[in-house]
């Protein structure tokens, strides 16, 4: 929506509205209504009906450079007559307008400059795009386009500066040949597949490049450092590998690097701490090793910063504080990563199982201890008693013996 705000601000400035009823183009005015615009009120005067309407200041009457088609009804078919009368217009947005395609007639494809379709006309096909020759802006997401390929239609936008085309499902492979003014692409979301061509290097304009979400391979090309004016780029949740480039280091106003999600592997460069324009870096959930070289300062300086997720990385546990939340282990002394200390509750365990027993042995002893400790043996005890009975008796019977005589 950003790029929308900045197209319209780039459109001839309205002129202040005369104090007739209507000033519009009678056709233009015709067109309007038929598309369910209010035109009760002046659709010249700022600001128009949901800010949808922006003319220019030409006499006897004034014409439509941007049309804003918002939230539109099932119901509305835009006729090829309608489209005719509306020739004039530079800007074209059909924002959560999911109606039937519509053919644009070349009056109006010869004046557009910049279009947007987001949630809209249902689905799109590369050739339908390609047909729009003369734009430098293009904005299309959340809509199913069906080519083969980016180069269906950006090989047709020679003057194209700025392109959005995310969430099409987009298939094919980049371009190897790029037009030259681009200073914004975004083609994330889609199934585009391959390498990122060494070609896209030469885009000297280039400030955001975003190409996550797709399926592409490989790595980020040598020369990716001659993207001066590159101020944000990522290529996230796609399957590419390799280390990053040494030329990175050399994009000075560099804000945003995610390269999260991938296989990228090798040791984290130090220059990248050195990058004082760096606001968010992501490069978790990819395959770096060795000691991370970054401390808590510049960890701190950053918006956002991620890098869990690499198994074989760790960190400096000597100058950034285990406080922080990294996603990573603290390294040994010889700079790998420390095994996860066991589990607590296993811990326990293991602990207590030996202690029981012990405690169980130690019980036992203790009982017996006191068992023996109450007195004669029984069995010694029965013994006793017996003997003294067997001498009772003897000594009796001796008695006996006597008296008898």
């Keep these: 929506m950003k790029e929308s705000v900045d197209r319209l601000a780039s459109l001839p400035t309205p002129s202040k509205s005369p104090k007739t009823p209507s000033t519009l183009d009678p056709k233009q005015l015709t067109a309007l209504q038929s598309l369910g615009i209010p035109t009760l009120k002046d659709p010249c005067t700022q600001p128009s009906f949901h800010n949808a309407t922006i003319c220019d200041s030409t006499t006897p009457f004034r014409h439509l450079v941007s049309l804003r088609l918002i939230n539109c009804s ?68 959340n809509v199913p386009v069906n080519a083969s390929g980016p180069l ?16 099409t499902n987009l298939t094919g492979h980049l371009p190897k040949k790029w037009n030259l003014n681009y200073t914004y692409i975004d083609l994330s979301g889609n199934k585009i597949k391959g390498p990122v061509p060494s070609s896209l ?54 804000v945003h690097l995610d390269l999260s999600s991938n296989q990228f592997n090798g040791t984290i460069p130090k220059f ?12 978790a959930n990819n395959n770096f090793h060795g000691v ?28 950034i504080s285990s406080k922080l939340k990294l996603g990573i282990a603290p390294c040994d002394k010889y700079g790998l990563p420390v095994s996860p200390p066991p589990d607590k509750s296993s811990d326990s365990d293991s602990a207590d199982g030996p202690s029981s027993d012990d405690d169980d042995d130690t019980s036992d002893n203790i009982t017996h201890k006191a068992e023996g400790g109450h007195g004669p043996n029984k069995v010694v005890l029965g013994v006793a008693i017996g003997l003294s009975s067997i001498v009772f008796l003897i000594v009796f019977l001796v008695l006996l013996s006597k008296w008898c005589k």
């Design 201 to 254: 290097t030469l885009l000297e304009n280039l400030k955001y490049l975003n190409l996550s979400s797709n399926a592409l391979l490989g790595e980020i090309p040598d020369a990716f450092g001659d993207l001066l004016l590159l101020q944000n780029v990522s290529f996230a949740s796609n399957s590419m590998s390799g280390s990053i480039p040494d030329s990175l280091s050399g994009i000075p106003g560099l």
């Design 152 to 167: 269906i239609i950006l090989g047709n936008l020679k003057k194209l500066r700025s392109v959005t085309i995310s969430n």
């Design 74 to 141: 099932n119901d509305i078919e835009i006729s090829t007559t309608a489209l005719k009368s509306l020739y004039t217009l530079q800007d074209l947005q059909f924002l959560n307008c999911p109606i039937a395609p519509v053919h644009l007639p070349f009056e109006l494809i010869a004046n557009l400059h910049t279009f947007t379709c987001i949630k809209s006309l249902k689905k799109l096909t590369g050739v339908w795009l390609g047909r729009l020759r003369n734009l430098t802006d293009l904005t299309v997401s």
């Design 272 to 283: 990248i701490s050195k990058m004082k324009s760096l606001k968010y870096l992501n490069l």
């Design 292 to 319: 991370m070289p970054f401390n808590g300062s510049f960890i701190k300086r950053l918006v956002v910063f991620k890098i869990g997720g690499n198994d074989n990385l760790c960190y400096n546990h000597s100058t």
